[in-house]
């Protein structure tokens, strides 16, 4: 745990705080305001793994010899995950009762002129004080394994997020909307599901114009590019392939460009689906559209194979992404076991992140070394990779090694190359290592037969598995309730197996990755048997 250093203003905001009189919950504007000041004075607190204690940025400044300091901290915590409603800027935005009812034999196509239907006995909706905690273990102590901490002693404090899923009141009419969804950054496994429960859901509010904006961003500027009307029976089938329906792309307009274009359009509720870079931009569209005091809800479904988003279980296509790997893995398994000495490599995405590689190393067991772009190694030397290979084609006579995108790039030429998001484009470091293995046993004048499989987009341009079409129906259903229930500028996660709603900034603050502390880098490791190459 760093020591953390007395912020100017923070007293102010937490004797505001202080003054405010709830056993519950702080009111939203409250709420808001203060979320916008913490942000402003930076606080932050920071564990010794780099994560911001309680989840990305934290109530820093923390005095723990204040007998208050945990409730001052989850007030904190409370305004900065508070999520944007418009009528934080629309004051007088009138609420109607949704329109959401699954007690209806249709869904609702036609005009409201007998009024909206509603069921008021029906307790389905989801209370807007509803929480769901975000932190489930109480570590004893600052060094057990993967422990985050808030102060020294590691001291349990509640952290409370907002539970997603449809309300009582809505803050648009259905037939005033006009629904756009685009899909943004690299494929991923699940994108079709996510369009298509959005388009069935907005339909049972009500809604009939649901537009598709195709290739990412660039479809909101590019002239030859026309929005894809959409409907149920349009997207019926969607899910039974991979790809976007849509289209993606990197790159594209300015965010200007892009609010001038949904206001040109007509557009209200815009659904982004994307990684982090997409999430920036969404938060971006909310940040203009408010600006402007133009009444858009922004809401975003973070989709990577990646798994690179902060704060939430998983992301959807990553347990698909990890399964298909497994049939690399397995036909490199088979090539390095059937060969005389063997070696087989596999090289899996994972731009700043190991979590595809870690988890498809410990799904087959079929993994000698697993190599992340978080955890250091090196290839020469008595503790390098190369002298392990040599050790385990002496003692199994055959060997995998598992290697992400991201990993080893400091033994590889910088290039400065950016693609067309920004992003920095990586050297190839399957290719680099294969090269390096070669060499080594070459050197050595033994023999070992190299064979090396980069099955880098059919992990991800494949269709979702059942446990990541469930996630995607559940994550593109709750960002229509988002939309409904006036909230924008914020995004969808699952949270300890409990649906949730984000402010988008806390997500994208930093990528996540694998805490080489973890238990499940250990457990990797475990099955690996792999030693520690420094
Ligand atoms: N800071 C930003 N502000 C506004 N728009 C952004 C920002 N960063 C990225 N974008 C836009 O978001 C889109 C997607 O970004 P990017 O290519 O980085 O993919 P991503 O959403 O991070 O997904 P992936 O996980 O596939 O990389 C691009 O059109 C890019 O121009
Ligand atoms: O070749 P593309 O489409 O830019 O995508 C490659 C990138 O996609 C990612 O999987 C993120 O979606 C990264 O791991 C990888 O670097
Ligand atoms: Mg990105």
Same mark, same amino acid.
Do not use: F
């Given at each position: 745990m760093e020591s953390l250093s007395p912020v100017i203003g923070q007293k102010a905001i937490l004797q505001? +705080? $202080? /003054?405010? /009189? %709830?056993n519950h919950f702080l009111t939203s504007v409250t709420l808001r305001n203060l979320n916008r000041d913490c942000r402003r004075l930076r606080i932050r607190v920071v564990s010794k793994n780099g994560d911001a204690a309680g989840a990305g940025t934290a109530g820093g400044g923390i005095d723990s010899s204040d007998p208050d300091w945990k409730l001052k901290y989850q007030k904190e915590f409370e305004a900065r995950f508070s999520i944007p409603h418009i009528n934080d800027v629309f004051h007088d935005a009138v609420s109607y009762p949704s329109t959401f009812c699954l007690k209806m034999r249709t869904p609702i196509t036609e005009k409201f002129a007998e009024g909206y239907p509603?069921? =008021?006995?029906?307790h389905g909706y989801i209370n807007n004080n509803d929480r769901v905690l975000l932190k489930v273990i109480n570590y004893s102590s600052a060094t057990s394994a993967g422990a985050e901490c808030i102060d020294s002693n590691c001291s349990w404090v509640e952290q409370w997020v907002h539970r997603a899923g449809p309300r009582e009141k809505i803050y648009f009419k259905p037939e005033e909307v006009k629904a756009a969804i685009v899909t943004c950054g690299g494929l991923c496994p699940g994108l079709n599901d996510v369009i298509r429960q959005i388009v069935i859901t907005l339909e049972i509010y009500g809604v009939t114009r649901i537009v598709g904006i195709p290739f990412g961003y660039r479809g909101f500027s590019e002239e030859d590019l026309a929005e894809m009307p959409l409907s149920r029976k349009v997207v019926q089938n969607v899910h039974l392939s991979g790809g976007s329906?849509?289209? &993606?792309?990197?790159?594209? !307009?300015?965010v200007s460009d892009i609010v001038d274009s949904i206001q040109e359009g007509g557009i209200n509720m815009l659904f982004v689906l994307g990684g982090n870079g997409t999430h920036a931009g969404a938060n971006a569209i909310h940040d203009e559209c408010r600006k402007r005091r133009i009444k858009? @809800?922004?809401v975003g479904v973070p989709k990577t194979i990646d798994n690179d988003i902060m704060l939430m279980d998983k992301t959807f296509g990553f347990d698909t992404a990890v399964e298909e790997a497994q049939r690399a893995i397995n036909s490199a398994y088979i090539e390095a076991h059937s060969a005389y000495r063997g070696i087989g490599i596999v090289k899996l995405m994972g731009r700043s992140s190991g979590f595809i590689a870690?988890?498809?190393s410990l799904a087959s067991g079929q993994i000698d070394i697993c190599l992340i !772009? =978080? &955890?250091p190694f090196n290839l020469h030397g008595p503790h390098g990779v190369l002298r392990h290979l040599k050790y385990l084609l002496e003692t199994k006579g055959s060997a995998v090694v598992c290697a992400a995108e991201g990993a080893g790039q400091g033994f590889l030429e910088k290039t400065n190359a950016k693609d067309a998001s920004g992003n920095a484009v990586l050297g190839d470091f399957g290719v680099y290592l294969q090269q390096e293995v070669k060499k080594y046993f070459k050197e050595l004048g033994e023999t070992a037969d190299v064979k090396y499989i980069d099955p880098t987009?059919? +992990?991800? @341009? #494949?269709? @979702? $598995?059942a446990s990541d079409g469930i996630l995607c129906t559940v994550l593109g259903q709750n960002a229509v309730h988002g939309a409904f229930a006036g909230y924008s500028? +914020?995004?969808?996660? +699952? #949270? $300890?197996? %409990?649906y949730v709603y984000f402010p988008i900034p806390e997500v994208i603050s930093k990528p996540r990755v694998v805490d080489p502390n973890s238990r499940m880098w250990h457990r990797c490791l475990t099955s690996t048997g792999q030693p520690d190459f420094i």
């Open positions: 505001t +705080i $202080n /003054n405010t /009189n %709830h509603s069921d =008021e006995k029906w329906l849509l289209g &993606v792309s990197r790159g594209g !307009p300015k858009v @809800a922004v870690m988890q498809a !772009p =978080e &955890v987009y059919m +992990i991800r @341009a #494949c269709r @979702a $598995n500028g +914020i995004t969808v996660g +699952i #949270c $300890n197996t %409990h």
